[in-house]
């Protein structure tokens, strides 16, 4: 028994081009976070502050996310079709780590509001042990939203279906009609949940940088950016319904509008997160250089410049 949905299929040429797109973006962005991790590892500077544990866990979840994606993509232009077992691991693994992310990024919202409004109990309030416990928290959060649909799967259908190949999409592993509400319930609460927090901390950053001094202009900058990066992020609450739309407006046109909105969906968020702190940070942009082009001297510590204050 085989449990398949139509789908149309690009010519070989168009296939070729966009999973060497997709293969050269997830290459070069994987590269650079996982040069981010690496030097997070090395030196105990990072390991010791919040902020850069939150970073780091962001990090780790873009890899995670960026890699089912390509290999799900590559795997449906390969093979057309997966068994229903290795398409649920690669669609949870991947689920879970987008829903952590935008929760991620409330909570380093949270953490640069406490940094800039209250400076004198940001080391009480913000420590190791407690972020730790937070990225707990975040985990659990998005397992609570992930499995009920796999438990429902497994009470619902048959064995057949488990051992048969299917077009690996999230709505077709998880077809009952009741998930498909949950999903909606949950997203819409993790969306109102994140953006309350998001512009809370924000308004309250921002009116503090007007009137502070440098440093918390630069954070009123990082804050943007995480604003940005969070805006794509929440787009996966959405990605059906854009593409859903867009195929009703531009019917011939399915394959390309969903290949753009996952690229724009998916990877591009991937993209950002190097850059607000693995560039515009100044103590992780040196260690980052000398390990990214494998400089011999890529574990002396980098001196810094008198005077100068990294990032918020």
Not at 135 to 146: A, D, P, R
Not at 270 to 286: A, E, M
Not at 298 to 310: C, H, I, M, R, S
Request: charged share 15%; hydrophobic share 50%.
């Amino acid at each position: 028994m085989n449990f398949t949905t139509s789908v149309y299929r690009d010519t070989v040429e168009t296939s070729i081009l966009k999973n060497v797109i997709t293969v050269v973006l997830c290459i070069t962005i994987n590269y650079v976070n996982g040069t981010l991790v690496h030097t997070f590892k090395k030196h105990q500077v990072f390991s010791l502050n919040p902020r850069y544990i939150l970073y780091i866990h962001l990090v780790i979840n873009d890899i995670i996310l960026l890699t089912m994606f390509t290999l799900i993509q590559v795997l449906s232009y390969i093979v057309f079709t997966l068994h229903v077992s290795l398409c649920i691991v690669l669609i949870m693994t991947a689920v879970f780590a987008n829903l952590n992310n935008p929760l991620t990024l409330a909570i380093m919202a949270a953490e640069c509001y406490v940094a800039i409004c209250f400076p004198l109990r940001h080391t009480q309030i913000c420590t190791v042990k407690k972020t730790y416990v937070v990225i707990g928290l975040i985990w659990t959060l998005s397992t609570l939203s992930v499995l009920p649909d796999l438990f429902v799967a497994l009470a619902t259908e048959t064995m057949e279906f488990f051992h048969s190949r299917v077009f690996c999409l999230r709505e077709n592993i998880f077809r009952n009609p009741s998930l498909s509400v949950k999903r909606d319930v949950y997203n819409t609460t993790f969306l109102v949940t994140v953006w309350l927090t998001l512009f809370y901390t924000y308004i309250k950053i921002l009116f503090t940088a007007q009137a502070a001094a440098a440093d918390a202009r630069k954070a009123r900058n990082t804050v943007l950016l995480h604003g940005f990066q969070l805006l794509l992020c929440m787009l996966t609450y959405v990605y059906n319904p854009i593409i859903e739309n867009l195929t009703y407006l531009f019917p011939k046109g399915v394959l390309a509008i969903r290949f753009a909105i996952s690229i724009f969906v998916q990877v591009l968020p991937r993209l950002i997160s190097p850059v607000v702190y693995g560039l515009r940070d100044k103590t992780f942009r040196r260690y980052l250089k000398r390990y990214m082009f494998c400089s011999k001297h890529a574990n002396n510590p980098p001196q810094k410049a008198k005077g100068e204050v990294t990032v918020s």
